[in-house]
């Protein structure tokens, strides 16, 4: 299942327009991540407009990895991508690599070199980035750009062949060193990389520039809308100057739109390998990172990502998302369908002093607390059971009316009861609270005596299971370090996982399995993680809090 997009954006409006002139008879959309890391929730973005306009006007989408630079990718990044896509609901209608254009890509190169449209250059990079001028002052033409047509045809079959080092000679498409567009300043269309490639193995060592090669492989796909990031709208010309002087039997359409940005996440690959390198987080799929397999990890689910990026829009306007507008789609996906339970993160015990050794009872608590239709299971209680320690203090504050000594409170779906006596150890902690309980206070018993003001949740500490507990923080502490000087890796958040070890009932988990999702009563939405969950433990991901100030 996928969703459309179907409110109005200025790519889908350009969309109708083409069709509705016969510009096309259809469209073929791509999405083109090369496979250098593992995509993120920006890509997810991308993925939703270019499969969404797909299907929406009954298209083609193809996935496409833009696989040019063999030093950087590697297959795992390939099937991780592959995963990403499917797991996000989408369904591409071709596959293909831009390697395996790479004979065409040549013969392309040849043809600009017989056009007198590119040329072999000795400069060396340092000598290129001072040719190439400024903003505000034209290029100097390499020393090398009329060179003859025959010595440059044979300058390229020598670098083909391996004759030459990496970084001794380029390809060059020779425009024009004047253009007030930097891009149009004799480009590099190829570079010696004597690398061995993750699809291609040795066959090739030299390799095509990203901006020489990918208006070609939206030309050969006969991409109609080739749809990317605002950063290549300068890129534009070039785009369309390969795509014609390359002489290529179809025209697509570059449109461009503004990336999304999230306050406190990194939006990088690069920098998020970096974390991954650097073991800042435990691989690509750390459920503190935004890249869509953490985001699965932790909990998120395709539905909530592909409404989070239909409500954010496509625009040319750069802008900046809170990271709360994520959370509000995972809790409205999951609100209706993940079922409660209950667990204590920071066990303390309580003995219920008047309850019969030896005895337990079945107690029906709601499946989920919003809709009845859900039903109830049966939960475990006992004389000896587990709260959360924050449910108890000894000097209470003003307005506390959870437990403390004399006070009463409910147990959720269970009785009141009274604390009367603190167990402590010889460091003076509270190890134990003894209270009694009012039998004729059940829940469902339409008890009417008196009320209390507080309800806590517990587990019964004879039929528990225990289980860990992982709680995230943003990973970043700066919305945008690079602003203020400071390299990212000085603004990670040193309290961005708190793990702690308690219990759960074991009525509601008795089948779990990774993936399987369950609010926790006050606690939040939680995931079980594939990574840390053993026979004998639970692991649990809070993937967010139960409540949240934002809305839309």
């Known amino acids: 299942m996928t969703n459309e997009i179907n409110s109005s954006n200025f790519i889908r409006n350009i969309v109708i327009e083409d069709l509705e002139n016969k510009k096309h008879d259809g469209i073929i959309t791509r999405f083109p991540p090369e496979p250098n890391g593992y995509l993120h929730i920006g890509h997810a973005k991308s993925i939703v407009l270019n499969f969404g306009l797909a299907n929406e006007f009954k298209g083609k989408a193809n996935l496409r990895f833009d696989d040019t630079n063999p030093t950087k990718e590697d297959t795992e990044y390939v099937e991780s991508i592959k995963d990403d896509v499917k797991w996000l609901g989408y369904k591409w209608d071709e596959l293909f690599f831009a390697s395996n254009y790479f004979d065409v890509m040549y013969e392309k190169a040849i043809l600009l070199i017989n056009k007198g449209l590119a040329y072999v250059c000795d400069l060396t990079p340092e000598e290129m980035k ?12 390499s020393p090398y750009r009329n060179r003859s047509i025959e010595e440059n045809l044979d300058l390229l ?9 990496d970084g001794e000679k380029v390809l060059r498409a020779k425009i024009n060193m ?3 567009n930097i891009n149009m300043r004799d480009p590099i269309i190829y570079r010696i990389s004597h690398a061995s490639h993750h699809n291609t193995g040795d066959s090739w060592c030299i390799y095509p520039m990203y901006d020489f090669a990918h208006p070609l492989e939206d030309a050969i796909e006969n991409i109609t809308h080739s749809v990317c990031t605002l950063e290549f709208e300068d890129h534009r010309p070039l785009y369309e100057w390969f795509v014609r002087e390359c002489e290529m039997n179809s025209t697509p359409r570059q449109i461009e739109f503004a990336r999304l940005n999230i306050t406190n996440t990194v939006m990088s690959k690069r920098k998020l390998k970096e974390l991954v390198d650097n073991n800042i987080v435990d691989g690509w799929d750390d ?12 909990g ?11 409500a954010i829009g496509v625009s040319k306007a750069s802008s900046t998302v809170d990271s709360q507008m994520l959370d509000f789609f995972i809790r409205e996906d999951l609100q209706p369908k993940a079922p409660s339970a209950m667990a204590v993160m920071k066990p303390l015990k ?14 029906p608590i709601e499946n989920n607390a919003k809709d009845e239709s859900q039903g109830l299971r049966e939960v475990s209680f006992s004389r000896e059971l587990y709260i959360e320690r924050e449910d108890f203090m000894e000097v209470p504050v003003k307005k506390y009316f959870r437990l403390f000594p004399g006070n009463e409170v409910r147990l959720k779906g269970a009785y009141f009861v009274k604390c009367n006596e603190i167990i402590k150890d010889e460091n003076g902690e509270v190890t134990e609270i003894h209270c009694t309980y009012d039998i004729e206070t059940k829940s469902g018993s339409g008890f009417t005596g008196r009320k209390v003001k507080g309800t806590i949740h517990w587990v019964d500490a004879n039929n528990c299971k225990p289980a860990e507990f992982r709680l995230f923080e943003p990973l970043i502490l700066d919305d945008a370090p690079e602003n203020e000087g400071k390299h990212f890796l000085e603004q990670i958040n040193p309290n961005s996982l708190e793990v702690l070890n308690g219990f759960i009932e074991i009525t509601a988990v008795k089948n779990a399995s990774f993936g399987d999702k369950y609010q926790l009563f ?6 079980v993680d594939n990574k840390y969950t053993t026979e004998d433990k639970l692991s649990f991901n809070r993937i967010v809090s139960l409540k949240s100030s934002f809305k839309l």
């Open 522 to 527: 006050r606690h939040g939405f939680f995931n």
């Open 287 to 298: 459920p503190r990172m935004p890249t869509i397999a953490g985001l699965r990890r932790k």
């Open 300 to 310: 998120y689910t395709p539905e909530s990502i592909r409404n989070f990026c239909l």
């Open 350 to 363: 309580l003995v219920i002093t008047n309850y019969p050794e030896g005895q337990s009872e079945m107690l």
């Open 130 to 141: 001072e040719y190439r001028g400024t903003l505000t002052t034209p290029g100097k033409e």
């Open 157 to 165: 079959h020598k670098m083909k062949k391996g004759e030459f080092k």
């Open 178 to 180: 004047a253009s007030a």
